[in-house]
C-alpha cells in the first residue's frame, strides 16, 4: 500500500533575476586645465600647464577616488532643458495687450511666408540684342473692316476684325514692350502700351472672332457666347464704369412675343475667367445677364431685378465694385486676418508695400514685339466649388471642403475679401447688391499654371477684378470707362482733399513706410471714394514704370553695380567683361492658331 509520507515534492527551478547598472559607465572626467602641447590658431596659448595626473603624489594623501554619476545628471547635462510654448490663449492676451514683439498675434501662425529675398527678383535670360525696329514705338492691330451695326439712336457703328496681333490664351499673357537704351540691364527691354490710348475693351485679352471699333468701345460677334476683358484691373477702393446695350433684347410686341438681336452678358472677371464662356461661367467671374435681369455666378443664375425688369436695347448698366486695401487682402491670404481687430485697416498708421515679382521673356509676333509670362489657371479648390460632389475622381468621400468661402478659411482660394461687393445701376437708377464676400486673387489664392519656369507665391500686379463683357450671336454693348458717363453715380464728383500737395513720409524699411494721420486719413477717404475706372488706368500705367524701374536697378545691382555689354561689343558705353559672351541667338518666334 502506498503512502505518501517522505516523498519529496517537486519544485521549479529558480532563475536566477538578471542585475541591471543602476548607473552609466563612469566617463573620463574633463579637466579645466588641459591645453594641447602644440600651438595653434584656434588656441594660441603657448603657456602648458602641467597636468594634475602628472605631479607625484604624496605618501600620505589618500589615492583618488573615480567620481560618481548620476543618472538624472548626466541626462541633465547631455540634453538640454525644453523650452515651454504659450498656449493659443496666452499668445492672443499677449497680442491684446502688447507685450512686445516676440509676443506672437491672436491668431494661429500662418503656413504662408514671405520670399526669401534672392527668390523675389525676377528671372533673367541670355537675350540677343535687340533689332533696330525693337526700338520703334508700339504698333496696335490691323483693323480690317467687317460690318456695320445699327445703333438704338439711329447712328452706324462700324466693326472690324482685329488681326496682327497675339491673343492671352494656352496659359499665357502678352503684353506690348519695347527696347530702350536706359534700360541696358534689363536687356533693353520694357513694358509699353501701343494706340488706342486709355482705359478700353483689351485686343490682345479677348477671345477668337470677336469684332471691335478702332477706339475698343464697341465689341459684338456672330459666334456663340465669347468674352473680353479691358487692359485695366483693378485691386483695391471703389471703381465704377458703364456699359449700353447696342444690339439685344427689344420691347416685347403687342403679341407678347419677345424678339431679341443677341445677348448680353456683363460683370468683372479675373485672369483666370474663361474668355470662351460667358461671364459668371465659373468661380472666377460674377455677371448680370440681360434675360429677366438675373445674376450669374459659377453657372448658377439667380433672380436679382424685380420681377418685369430686364436689360434691353438702349439701356445703360453701371457697375460698381469695392474691394479692401491690399494691405487688408495681404492678411486675408496670409492667414493673418482677425476680424476684431483688422476690419478697420485704413486707420492703421504704417502700410507694407507689395512685392512685384515679374517673370517674363520678350517674344516676337509678326512685326510685334511682347512680353510673355505665365498666366495664372485654375485651381481644384474652386472646380470643386462649381462643381459640388460628394465624391472626388479617386472615388473618395469629402473631397471638397465643407465649410463655405469665408476670409478664414483653410484653404486660401476659398477666402473671400471682407466689405467687398459689386452694386448694379439701371439708368441711373440703383438695383440693388447682387454679390458680395468677393473670392480674393492675391498669391497664394492665384497660382500659376504648373510648367517649366512657373513660380507660385508671386504677384505680378496684374492680378485683380477686370471688368469684362460677352455677347452672343449678334449682341452687341459699348463700354464707357469715363470719366464723363452717362449716368454718374453717387458720390463720383465729391471732393476728396485734391489739393494737389505733395505729403511727406517717413521711411521704416524697404517695405514700410510711416504715414502720418492726414495723409492716411486722406488715403482712406480715396479707397472711399467712387472713381472712374479710367482714373485707374493712369495708375496702371504709373504701377508699370515704376516696376520697370525697380527691375533695372535689381538686375544692375547682380551685376556688381555696373553695366555689362550684352549687345556683343556694340555698346561703348557698357564695360564688357569675361564670363559675358556676344548673345548670337534669336528671340523665339510666336506662332498662333486661329
Not at 505 to 522: H, N, R, W
Request: proline share 11%.
Amino acid at each position: 500500500m502506498a503512502t505518501d509520507v517522505n516523498i519529496p515534492k517537486r519544485q521549479i527551478t529558480p532563475i536566477p533575476v538578471p542585475v541591471l547598472p543602476i548607473s552609466a559607465p563612469p566617463k573620463r572626467p574633463l579637466e579645466d586645465d588641459h591645453a594641447p602641447p602644440v600651438s595653434s590658431p584656434l588656441n594660441p596659448n603657448l603657456e602648458v600647464k602641467p597636468s594634475k595626473q602628472l605631479q607625484p603624489q604624496s605618501q600620505s594623501q589618500p589615492p583618488p577616488q573615480p567620481p560618481s554619476y548620476d543618472d538624472a545628471a548626466v541626462m541633465a547635462r547631455e540634453k538640454p532643458a525644453r523650452n515651454k510654448k504659450d498656449t493659443l490663449k496666452k499668445r492672443e492676451s499677449k497680442a491684446g495687450l502688447g507685450l512686445g514683439a516676440d509676443s506672437s498675434r491672436a491668431t494661429p501662425d500662418p503656413k504662408f511666408k514671405d520670399l526669401p529675398p534672392n527668390e523675389s527678383s525676377p528671372l533673367r535670360y541670355k537675350l540677343a540684342p535687340p533689332k533696330p525696329s525693337d526700338f520703334e514705338t508700339a504698333r496696335g492691330p490691323v483693323f480690317t473692316p467687317h460690318h456695320e451695326v445699327p445703333a438704338p439712336d439711329g447712328s452706324i457703328i462700324q466693326f472690324y476684325e482685329t488681326s496682327e496681333h497675339v491673343y492671352n490664351k494656352k496659359s499665357f499673357h502678352y503684353l506690348h514692350c519695347i527696347a530702350d537704351p536706359a534700360f541696358p540691364s534689363s536687356f533693353y527691354y520694357r513694358q509699353t502700351e501701343p494706340e488706342p490710348f486709355g482705359a478700353h475693351i483689351s485686343f490682345e485679352d479677348a477671345a477668337t472672332y470677336m469684332y471691335m471699333d478702332q477706339s475698343g468701345r464697341h465689341i459684338t460677334t456672330d459666334k456663340g457666347f465669347r468674352s473680353a476683358r479691358a487692359n485695366v484691373a483693378v485691386r483695391q477702393g471703389r471703381w465704377y464704369w458703364e456699359c449700353k446695350i447696342t444690339r439685344g433684347t427689344i420691347k416685347s410686341n403687342a403679341n407678347g412675343n419677345v424678339e431679341s438681336h443677341g445677348h448680353v452678358r456683363l460683370g468683372f472677371a479675373r485672369r483666370e475667367a474663361s474668355l470662351d464662356a460667358p461671364v459668371g461661367f465659373d468661380a472666377y467671374s460674377y455677371g448680370i445677364r440681360d434675360v429677366q435681369g438675373q445674376k450669374v455666378h459659377m453657372s448658377r443664375p439667380k433672380d436679382f431685378f424685380p420681377p418685369g425688369e430686364e436689360i434691353r436695347e438702349g439701356d445703360v448698366i453701371g457697375l460698381e465694385i469695392q474691394l479692401p486695401s491690399e494691405q487688408l487682402h495681404r492678411k486675408v491670404v496670409r492667414g493673418q486676418y482677425n476680424p476684431a481687430v483688422d476690419l478697420i485697416d485704413e486707420d492703421e498708421p504704417t502700410a507694407e508695400a507689395a512685392n512685384i515679382v515679374r517673370d517674363r521673356i520678350p517674344i516676337r509676333f509678326k512685326q510685334h514685339i511682347y512680353l510673355e509670362k505665365i498666366d495664372y489657371h485654375t485651381t481644384k479648390e474652386l472646380e470643386d466649388l462649381m462643381n459640388p460632389s460628394p465624391a472626388g475622381p479617386s472615388g473618395t468621400i469629402g473631397s471638397r471642403p465643407g465649410d463655405k468661402p469665408n476670409p478664414n478659411h483653410q484653404v486660401p482660394a476659398l477666402r473671400t475679401l471682407p466689405n467687398s461687393y459689386i452694386k448694379i445701376y439701371k439708368n441711373g437708377q440703383l438695383m440693388g447688391t447682387p454679390f458680395t464676400d468677393l473670392l480674393a486673387f492675391l498669391p497664394p489664392a492665384s497660382k500659376p499654371q504648373a510648367q517649366v519656369g512657373a513660380r507660385e507665391g508671386m504677384d505680378d500686379g496684374m492680378l485683380g477684378y477686370y471688368p469684362a463683357i460677352s455677347v452672343f450671336r449678334g449682341g452687341a454693348a459699348e463700354v464707357n470707362f469715363g470719366p464723363r458717363f452717362w449716368y454718374p453715380p453717387p458720390g463720383l464728383f465729391a471732393d476728396v482733399d485734391d489739393d494737389g500737395d505733395v505729403d511727406m513720409v517717413d521711411i521704416i524699411d524697404t517695405d514700410t513706410v510711416k504715414v502720418a494721420s492726414a495723409p492716411a486719413a486722406a488715403a482712406a477717404r480715396k479707397l472711399d471714394k467712387v472713381r472712374s475706372v479710367a482714373e485707374r488706368y493712369d495708375e496702371q500705367i504709373v504701377e508699370d514704370v515704376v516696376a520697370d524701374v525697380i527691375d533695372e536697378v535689381d538686375f544692375w545691382m547682380q551685376d556688381g553695380a555696373r553695366v555689362i555689354d550684352r549687345t556683343g561689343g556694340r555698346d561703348a558705353k557698357a564695360e564688357t567683361t569675361a564670363g559675358i559672351a556676344p548673345a548670337r541667338e534669336e528671340i523665339k518666334e510666336l506662332v498662333q492658331d486661329d
